[in-house]
């Protein structure tokens, strides 16, 4: 079992439509979670970051972490054709060892 | 003010050569990090500095030497390069000294081909 998995994709979403993107993880002493943004042939870029139980929002985006569940999800409100990209899931759990997913290609169709 | 900074950007290795990757931030960050990027992998943590004068393996470190110069700087030095490490390698910092809670920003990476 991969420690931090995520489901590779493409998800396909019409523009304007909510985009649901979700990460689960094995290590039950994680922390910290980031929801990082990469488009093709670029470096990773932070969207989003959590660290409590609950919803967080932050314009279109909103991030939200069951601990019990070990799943944190993010979504993405009136989607845009820019918004097509790979999400990378992370998560921190003791020092400076982050684990990334291997990501969900977005794919928003104009 | 640049972020963080790498060169080269691409790289064309023979089996058995050596390079170095060079990293550098300009936003007095404490800690920085090489990972690789590899198809359907995801991100793996070759190496971290949480300080200057610091370093301390990550899950990829076999093929792989580090060099944390100063507290802007931190090098990647593949000593016998194989086929195994063509990879897209990206550097990365962070403004604390523990990891936990700490936003990572990435370089723009290195493309490596290994023939």
């Known amino acids: 079992q991969k420690e931090v998995e995520q489901n590779s994709g493409p998800l396909s979403v019409p523009e304007g439509a909510i985009a649901s993107l979700n990460c689960t993880y094995s290590d039950r002493g994680s922390q910290s979670f980031f929801w990082y943004r990469q488009y093709s042939g670029k470096s990773p870029e932070l969207i989003m970051s959590i660290y409590s139980n609950g919803d967080k929002e932050d314009g279109r985006f909103t991030a939200q972490l069951n601990k019990a569940s070990q799943y944190v999800s993010l979504l993405i409100r009136d989607s845009q054709p820019s918004d097509s990209a790979t999400y990378l899931c992370a998560v921190n759990g003791r020092g400076f060892k982050t684990i990334f997913g291997a990501g969900t290609r977005l794919f928003v169709k104009a | 003010n640049a972020g963080v900074t790498q060169t080269p950007k691409f790289q064309v290795l023979k089996t058995g050569q050596s390079m170095t990757l060079q990293c550098a931030q300009d936003m007095n960050h404490n800690s920085m990090y090489w990972y690789r990027q590899d198809p359907g992998m995801g991100l793996r943590l070759i190496y971290y500095?949480?300080?200057?004068?610091?370093?301390d393996k990550g899950e990829v470190p076999n093929g792989y030497n580090v060099s944390r110069l100063n507290k802007r700087e931190f090098s990647l030095r593949l000593e016998s390069a194989a086929p195994s490490q063509t990879s897209v390698y990206f550097c990365a910092s962070s403004a604390g000294t523990s990891g936990t809670q700490e936003t990572q920003y990435f370089g723009p990476g290195t493309r490596l081909l290994v023939l």
């Open positions: 500095s949480a300080s200057e004068g610091t370093t």
